[in-house]
């Protein structure tokens, strides 16, 4: 009886838990520092932490969006939502960065890894409104 319950309450917040999940490791590996690992030795792009900036925001503002939807059983307006995720994931990665300029002592704050958290926001969001524009496959009240 109870793995079933597991497996429905599983179910039931699938993106809550996804969403929440995804903001914790985006802050652990925003603000842990990975001072013992070699990073640089097996990836040898330039700049390509900040296209994992913008990965971890567009991710964010996905889940975040479909989080959105489902805490409010899509009863929230869909341009509300898009709103809501674009703007608190901006602020969020403008939050981070101010504390890995302040409070890490191995991390920088970067005002282009905030950009590229930014840009990533925007590109998740726009993502969302061209996925749920059209048919609309997901019902979505507008």
Known sequence: MTKFYFIN??????????????MVFVTFSSLYSFSGIDTQSFIHIPHFDKVVHFIFYFVACILGVLFLRERTK?????????VIICITT?????IIEV???????????????????????????????LLFSGKRQLKWKY
């Open 99 to 129: 504390l890995q300029y302040t409070i890490t002592v191995e991390r920088m704050g970067d005002l282009f890894d905030g950009l590229a958290n930014s840009l990533g926001s925007l590109c998740g969001v726009l993502s969302m409104k």
């Open 74 to 82: 899509g009863k929230m307006y869909f341009i509300k939502a898009l």
């Open 90 to 94: 901006i602020v969020f990665g403008i």
């Open 9 to 22: 309450i599983v179910k039931k917040y699938f993106f809550t838990i996804a969403f929440v999940s995804w």
